[in-house]
């Protein structure tokens, strides 16, 4: 883990922010709202099995809400965690990930238009601040060349003037097709999911998602 070892934090500190780490989003198994409480829960089931003490629990349940936005970790793992759940809002991959969440958005039904996708990726990175000193010098300058960018004046058409035109467009979506959906025994919706050239996208009120733990040595 990158910011990790930037901060230099000690090996059993590291094992616990791994467990962390996968257990932050598996909520969505259940539901999207408040899915980091739940986390919270089935690792506090679960993790006893893997010979975690009381003490490795409570601090593993502090870093999972940590992500939660808008973020207000506590202390150096928390503030770990959330950095790197939002590290990617100053890396190369910005752009492709905002076009995977605006599709998994309109998935679930909700049309966003151009200009509303621009304006609350702009609004998020404008008052989005990282926590740790090693986030802040690896992905501070990026961040803040995508906030040039998205305050860019937006043309008649809704689509902003400037290398951004293509990168959160509809049509730049059509990459994550085909979209499936996954149903209980009663034919209700559970999942929704895609498959695009960067791997597989799960999600919708009971997101599909797995952890794997090993034995806390």
């Not at 990158?2 to 901060?7: D, G």
């Not at 089935?42 to 993790?47: A, E, R, V």
């Not at 099995?49 to 629990?57: E, R, T």
């Not at 979506?173 to 996208?201: A, M, N, Y």
């Amino acid at each position: 883990m990158f910011l990790a070892n930037q901060v230099g934090i000690v090996e059993s500190d590291l094992q616990l922010l791994k467990v962390a780490a996968a257990f932050h989003d598996i909520g969505w198994v259940v539901q999207g709202n408040g899915h980091e409480n739940i986390g919270v829960e089935i690792c506090s089931h679960i993790l006893p099995a893997f010979s975690f003490s009381g003490m490795h629990i409570y601090r593993n349940s502090g870093m999972i809400p940590a992500t939660r936005l808008l973020q207000t970790p506590q202390n150096e793992l928390e503030e770990i965690l959330a950095d790197a759940d939002m590290f990617t809002l100053g890396s190369d991959d910005f752009w492709p990930r905002n076009s995977d969440l605006r599709y998994e958005i309109e998935a679930l039904g909700e049309i966003v238009s151009d200009k509303e996708a621009y304006q609350s990726q702009l609004d998020f990175l404008k008052i989005y601040q990282y926590h740790t000193i090693a986030a802040q010098k690896a992905r501070d300058h990026q961040k803040k060349e995508y906030i040039a960018e998205l305050s860019r004046p937006v043309s008649q058409n809704g689509r902003l003037d400037g290398p951004a035109v293509d990168r959160l467009l509809p049509e730049r979506l059509q990459s994550l097709r085909p979209l499936f959906t996954s149903h209980d025994h009663q034919g209700q919706i559970i999942g929704r999911g895609c498959v695009s050239g960067k791997g597989f996208h799960a999600f919708g009120d009971r997101r599909q998602e797995s952890v794997r733990i090993q034995p806390l040595s």
